[in-house]
């Protein structure tokens, strides 16, 4: 079974922090996603990275980064966290590009206050 | 503008009916299609996939897709209280290999 975990389930941060969203998965996976998610508006897409040091952009990049030196490991980076950062962020593996199935971690529920 | 449609819902079904879910996708050159279930508070997990037009069976579940227009289906066949949550449909494109999702359609079955 595909596991893909997420370091947190719930974080609380304040305003103008630094704050690190990491993500593992344990099947060799290319491709791995960040999502955010907020009610009624659905799934968007943050930054994706087809493999090792690569990254794309998403929907909403805007105040995140990220970071995949290791093949296993994709993480978020919020440079100065704020209260509209507040929300689910969804990490997701999949083997590769157009092939199959994402893979979703449990989430991070992050609250910004 | 790619876009994948959904209606919100609620979709209030009794128990033991059949559910049906419908999604709409813009994208005419679309290859795959997901459907996921999604509890509150819980991530997305894959109920089902389908690439070929027609449908596709897996336990109480079929998937339906018809790519002239544009349009799948989830059936949930003998629902039950248990499948009561958010489906997500995804829809992947032949230029970009992202999934493009839907909002999410709320089904609730009642007892």
């Known amino acids: 079974d595909v596991k893909v975990t997420q370091s947190s389930r719930y974080l609380v941060k304040r305003t103008g922090e630094k704050v690190f969203l990491e993500c593992v998965q344990d099947?060799?996976?290319?491709?791995m996603f960040w999502y955010r998610q907020d009610p009624g508006l659905g799934l968007r897409l943050i930054y994706f990275?087809?493999?090792?040091?690569?990254?794309e952009k998403g929907d909403i990049p805007e105040g995140y980064s990220v970071s995949r030196e290791k093949k296993e490991r994709f993480s978020l980076i919020l440079e100065s966290a704020s209260t509209n950062q507040t929300s689910m962020y969804l990490c997701?593996?999949?083997?590769?590009?157009?092939?199959?199935?994402?893979?979703f971690g449990p989430g991070t529920r992050l609250t910004v206050t | 503008q790619k876009e994948v449609e959904q209606n919100s819902g609620p979709l209030s079904v009794p128990e033991g009916a059949i559910a049906s879910l419908n999604c709409t996708y813009s994208?005419?050159?679309?290859?795959?299609f997901f459907w996921y279930r999604q509890y509150s508070g819980k991530s997305p997990e894959l109920i089902m996939s389908?690439?070929s037009n027609g449908d596709k069976e897996d336990g109480r579940f079929t998937a339906q897709l018809n790519k002239a227009s544009q349009y799948v289906s989830l059936l949930i066949r003998d629902s039950q209280p248990s499948d009561s949550a958010t489906y997500l449909c995804?829809?992947?494109?032949?230029?970009?290999?992202?999934?493009?999702w839907g909002a999410g359609t709320k089904l609730i079955i009642k007892p």
């Open positions: 994208d005419r050159g679309s290859q795959s």
């Open positions: 389908i690439y």
């Open positions: 099947m060799d996976h290319e491709n």
């Open positions: 997701a593996s999949r083997i590769r590009v157009g092939m199959g199935e994402q893979y």
């Open positions: 990275s087809y493999d090792v040091k690569m990254k």
């Open positions: 995804a829809v992947e494109g032949d230029s970009n290999y992202q999934l493009i």
